[in-house]
C-alpha cells in the first residue's frame, strides 16, 4: 500500500468506532453486488429546528462508478449523515457514504424555530445489481439521529431514469488517470453568460492549479482528475441580496446565506448535478464569477467560491478541505444561535475535539510534538480545541495545512482510491 499505511491502521480502529458508526466490518467484494454505473438519488431535506424529515424525490441512472471500490460499508468519517444500501433480506450493509448538508446548518439557526423550509440534495452510490434497501439518516449537533427514511429500490425498476449526455462543452484542466484510480472532480460555472467562456477556463484552470499548490494535494496531484464544464448563465455576476442585487445566473446561488453576508452557497443542488451529466465525478466546484469575497464548503456535497476575489486561492482551498476532507472551520467568533459543537458530544471532523474522546483525534501527534492543544475553534471561543494556533482551516494568510489537517486529507484521498480493504 502506500507510505502512509502504517499510520492508518494505527488510527483506523479508534476512529472508526467513534465517528464511523461503531465497528470495523469486514470487506465486500464490489463486483459481487455492484455494476460500474452511477445511482444518483435525490432528495428533500426538510423541516425546522424541532422536527425534520426526507422524502425522496427521483432515481436516475448515469455514467461509470467513480467512487470506491474498497473500503465500501464504512465511511471514514461519520459526518453529520450517512446513506447505506442494504440487502433487503439480511440487512447486510453493502455499501455506505457519510455527508453533510446546508439543511442541517440551517436548522440551528434562529431562523428554523419559526419557519419551516426544504433543500434539495443528491447522492451519488454504485449501481446495484440486485434490489436493495436505502437507508439515509441525518444527525444533530448532539450525534443522535434527527430524521431517517427507509425505501427499496429495483435496479430494474423502469421509472428509473437514465441520464444522457447533456452535450456541453467540457476541458479536462488537471490530471489523466481512469475515474477507479483518482479522486474526480467537476467543476461547474455560475455567472459566467455566453461571453464569459474564455473565462470561465482561465478560472477553472486557475482553481485546479490553485488547489496542487498546497500541500498535501501538490504531492498527491496525479492521484486526482479535474474537468470543467461550461453552461452559460443569462447574466453575467451573481445575487447579492443586502445590496439588493438579483442575478439570473445558471444555479441561483447568492450571497446572505442564513443572512451572513460572505457566506455564499446555492440550494438548487439539482441543478448543479443536471449540469455535470455522465461526467465521473465524486467532487463538485462551483465557480461563481464575482469579485465579492465569499465561499462555502460542505462535507461531500460541494464547494463554491468567488472566483474574482484576491483571496480567492486561500478561499478555495480552504473550503475544499470542508468539503473534501470533512475539516472544520478553525476559527472562532462566538456569534451562533446554537452551538455546533456542544460539550457532551466529541465532534466528527478529524481538526478539533471537545475532549470528549480526544484518544480518537490526534492524541499520538500531541505525543510526538507534531501538534498542540489550542482552545478556540468551530466558531466557539471556548471549550472546543484545535491542534495548531494558525491553519488553511483558520485563516487566510496561513499558507499551509496544519499537520493534523494534512494527515486528514492524506487519509482521506487514500481512502477514496483503495482498491482493496485494509
Sequence with gaps: MKRFLTTFLFWLLPFSAVFAGGHVSGGTSFSTHFQDSTLRLDYVFCGDASHQAIYLRQVFRTSVWAGRHAQLTEPLLRGNGQIRLLDPSSGVCLYAASFSSLFQEWVTTE???????????????????????????????????????????????????????????????????APEDAVDIVIVPEGYAKADEAKFWADASRAAEALFSHEPFKGRAAQFVVRAVFAESAESGVSIPHKGMWRQTLLSSHFDTFYTERYLTTSSVWDVW??????????????????????GGIYNSLTISSSDHPAFIPVLVHEFGHAFAGLADEYYYDDQFEPQYPADAEPWEPNITTLVNFGAKWADMLETGEAGMFEGGGYQSKGVFRPAADCRMKTNE??????????????MVDFSIARQDF
Design 111 to 177: 431562523e428554523a424555530t419559526r419557519v419551516q423550509k426544504a433543500f434539495e440534495n443528491s447522492f451519488q452510490l454504485p449501481f446495484p445489481k440486485h434490489p436493495v434497501t436505502v437507508e439515509i439518516t441525518l444527525r444533530d449537533t448532539h450525534g443522535k439521529v434527527s430524521a431517517s427514511l427507509r425505501h427499496p429500490l429495483n435496479p430494474a425498476d423502469i421509472l428509473i431514469r437514465p441520464l444522457a449526455d447533456n452535450r456541453l462543452p467540457m476541458k479536462v484542466v488537471h490530471g489523466d488517470a
Design 274 to 295: 443536471n449540469k455535470i451529466g455522465t461526467l465521473p465525478f465524486e467532487h463538485v466546484m462551483v465557480l461563481v464569477n464575482t469579485p465579492v469575497y465569499g465561499g
Design 398 to 411: 496561513c499558507a499551509r495545512f496544519c499537520p493534523v489537517c494534512t494527515r486528514a486529507i492524506e487519509r
